[in-house]
């Protein structure tokens, strides 16, 4: 019987082993010169031959193109492991972009996955995880349609049971993630520092994203798009983001610690970008979505925007403090540009519920707008228990300014230009409420507090300036 035992536990230590794959025993030399992923990508194949299993990448800095995921595989990035993208040659780089021919109606990156560093298509039960660094300092921030070129770092299409968790990621191309089509999908503790977009979460459905640190400086943090790049409508539904930080610091010092501010505008010539955001793709729409316990920090504000003809409705946000907000704090904008097949209806966007928000040193050219087009109302939208500190400046004759409809442009607070109310500008609107709002202004505005055009059932419940209740805060255009 004891040796029956002793021969039971030597099979099962080994049948143990063997579900961990070292990525140095299939050749990864771990230099930062030698191009290891073909070496990863052969201890993935073996490990799916096996049924799954963990591959195991331990420290060194390890130069690669894509890296294919399959299913039932983690990939453990161990302390002091680099994955770093390797810059193209002439004769070896990327997976090929695949053709798709949806591309028009969203940027190019949206439309295709293959050209990334990892990489995954109709796919399930994969994790990606460790205390080590992704970093994509060979791929491109721009939407390059170059053989061998790479722009994205971890890319998921139709996949199922996703787990990304504690890496840290820098300077990872257009996309930190681009996740479209994925069903449960969980982005947890990880440090993104990065020279464009940090998680774009595109037709996804029960998506939990927690306790991240997003550094995006020329682009957004964290958004969640609904695109038609998949070739049919799929809403963006059933999201939670909880206790993140997103910001606009100089790429790279926040990882280092550094906390930099050298770097004053976007590519765009904006403020620095480094938000949460709703849309811009919108051909599908966006429900049941909560944030919650948000910090942003020197970046642009909140942006929830349907433009492209999706619905979005049943969105709550709680609890955020924003800190140096370079446009618009609150940004609501339901749009008709349409960039969907053609003969979609405009979308709506209602049922909206945003409270508990404190507002410092936000730029006051486009103070805060709510604004659908003719015909189509945002609807159902309120805010409660908001503290705004805003720069001010502005004056009574910016007060007088109408503003552009801009229907079909793309959605920026400065697409209106120069907002004539100090506080909400509100226009094609039902049902929209403020109740417990207090604004302060660190230079007089005489623009009026809120300005009304085409608006529906709007009421302000105790809203106070620089401490002082505001009877009457409402001026119709």
């Given at each position: 019987m004891r040796q029956l035992f002793l021969?039971?536990?030597?099979?099962?230590?080994?049948?143990?082993?063997?579900?961990t794959y070292n990525i140095k025993d299939f050749g990864a030399k771990g230099d930062g010169v030698t191009?290891?992923?073909?070496?990863?990508?052969?201890?993935?194949?073996?490990?799916?031959?096996?049924?799954?299993?963990?591959?195991?990448?331990?420290?060194?800095?390890?130069?690669?193109?894509?890296?294919?995921?399959?299913?039932?595989?983690?990939?453990?990035?161990?302390?002091?492991?680099?994955?770093?993208?390797?810059f193209p040659s002439e004769k070896e780089g990327y997976d090929i972009a695949e053709p798709n021919p949806d591309n028009p109606y969203q940027d190019f990156g949206h439309s295709h996955w293959k050209n990334s560093l990892f990489w995954a298509v109709n796919e399930?039960?994969?994790?990606?995880?460790?205390?080590?660094?992704?970093?994509?300092?060979?791929?491109?921030?721009?939407?390059?349609?170059?053989?061998?070129?790479g722009n994205k770092a971890l890319s998921f299409k139709e996949c199922h049971n996703i787990t990304v968790k504690d890496v840290a990621m820098l300077n990872c191309g257009h996309f930190a993630i681009l996740a479209t089509g994925v069903d449960n999908l969980h982005v947890l503790n990880l440090k993104v520092d990065t020279n464009r977009d940090g998680f774009d979460i595109d037709c996804c459905k029960n998506v939990r994203i927690s306790d991240c640190s997003v550094n995006c400086p020329w682009d957004d943090a964290i958004v969640l798009k609904s695109s038609y790049a998949l070739g049919y409508f799929k809403d963006t539904e059933n999201v939670t983001v909880n206790g993140c930080?997103?910001?606009?610091?100089?790429?790279?010092?926040?990882?280092?610690?550094?906390?930099?501010?050298?770097?004053?505008?976007?590519p765009d010539h904006g403020s620095n970008t480094g938000r949460i955001k709703l849309g811009t793709e919108s051909s599908g729409g966006f429900k049941n979505i909560a944030i919650t316990n948000c910090i942003f920090e020197r970046s642009r504000g909140l942006a929830i925007e349907a433009v492209d003809g999706g619905w979005l409705e049943d969105v709550v946000v709680s609890n955020i403090t924003m800190r140096n907000v370079g446009n618009s704090p609150f940004f609501i904008r339901l749009g008709a540009r349409q960039r969907s097949p053609k003969g979609?209806?405009?979308?709506?966007?209602?049922?909206?519920?945003?409270?508990?928000?404190?507002?410092?040193?936000?730029?006051?050219?486009?103070?805060?707008?709510?604004?659908?087009?003719?015909?189509?109302?945002?609807?159902?939208?309120?805010?409660?228990?908001?503290?705004?500190?805003?720069?001010?400046?502005?004056?009574?004759?910016?007060?007088?300014?109408?503003?552009?409809?801009?229907?079909?442009?793309?959605?920026?607070?400065?697409?209106?230009?120069?907002?004539?109310?100090s506080g909400f500008y509100v226009r094609h609107a039902e049902n929209i409420f403020f109740e417990n709002i207090r604004?302060?202004?660190?230079?007089?505005?005489?623009?009026?507090?809120?300005v009304l055009d085409d608006v529906e059932n709007c009421d302000a419940n105790r809203v106070r300036v620089d401490g002082k209740l505001v009877e009457k805060p409402f001026e119709t255009h």
């Amino acid at each position: 019987m004891r040796q029956l035992f002793l021969l039971i536990a030597l099979l099962y230590g080994i049948s143990l082993k063997a579900e961990t794959y070292n990525i140095k025993d299939f050749g990864a030399k771990g230099d930062g010169v030698t191009v290891d992923s073909p070496a990863i990508n052969s201890a993935i194949e073996e490990a799916t031959q096996n049924g799954g299993g963990t591959i195991y990448i331990p420290a060194g800095t390890y130069a690669c193109y894509s890296i294919r995921l399959k299913s039932n595989i983690t990939i453990q990035i161990e302390s002091g492991a680099t994955v770093l993208a390797a810059f193209p040659s002439e004769k070896e780089g990327y997976d090929i972009a695949e053709p798709n021919p949806d591309n028009p109606y969203q940027d190019f990156g949206h439309s295709h996955w293959k050209n990334s560093l990892f990489w995954a298509v109709n796919e399930h039960d994969i994790t990606i995880c460790g205390n080590g660094l992704i970093y994509g300092e060979g791929l491109t921030r721009e939407e390059s349609r170059l053989h061998g070129v790479g722009n994205k770092a971890l890319s998921f299409k139709e996949c199922h049971n996703i787990t990304v968790k504690d890496v840290a990621m820098l300077n990872c191309g257009h996309f930190a993630i681009l996740a479209t089509g994925v069903d449960n999908l969980h982005v947890l503790n990880l440090k993104v520092d990065t020279n464009r977009d940090g998680f774009d979460i595109d037709c996804c459905k029960n998506v939990r994203i927690s306790d991240c640190s997003v550094n995006c400086p020329w682009d957004d943090a964290i958004v969640l798009k609904s695109s038609y790049a998949l070739g049919y409508f799929k809403d963006t539904e059933n999201v939670t983001v909880n206790g993140c930080f997103v910001s606009g610091y100089d790429k790279g010092s926040v990882l280092t610690a550094k906390w930099e501010t050298d770097e004053a505008v976007a590519p765009d010539h904006g403020s620095n970008t480094g938000r949460i955001k709703l849309g811009t793709e919108s051909s599908g729409g966006f429900k049941n979505i909560a944030i919650t316990n948000c910090i942003f920090e020197r970046s642009r504000g909140l942006a929830i925007e349907a433009v492209d003809g999706g619905w979005l409705e049943d969105v709550v946000v709680s609890n955020i403090t924003m800190r140096n907000v370079g446009n618009s704090p609150f940004f609501i904008r339901l749009g008709a540009r349409q960039r969907s097949p053609k003969g979609t209806p405009v979308g709506k966007l209602r049922r909206v519920q945003i409270s508990n928000v404190n507002v410092y040193n936000a730029d006051s050219q486009f103070s805060n707008i709510i604004s659908g087009v003719p015909g189509h109302k945002v609807e159902e939208v309120s805010f409660s228990n908001i503290n705004i500190h805003f720069k001010g400046g502005y004056t009574a004759e910016d007060g007088k300014i109408v503003p552009p409809e801009s229907e079909k442009t793309y959605p920026e607070p400065w697409m209106f230009g120069t907002i004539p109310a100090s506080g909400f500008y509100v226009r094609h609107a039902e049902n929209i409420f403020f109740e417990n709002i207090r604004f302060y202004f660190e230079q007089k505005d005489a623009r009026p507090l809120f300005v009304l055009d085409d608006v529906e059932n709007c009421d302000a419940n105790r809203v106070r300036v620089d401490g002082k209740l505001v009877e009457k805060p409402f001026e119709t255009h």
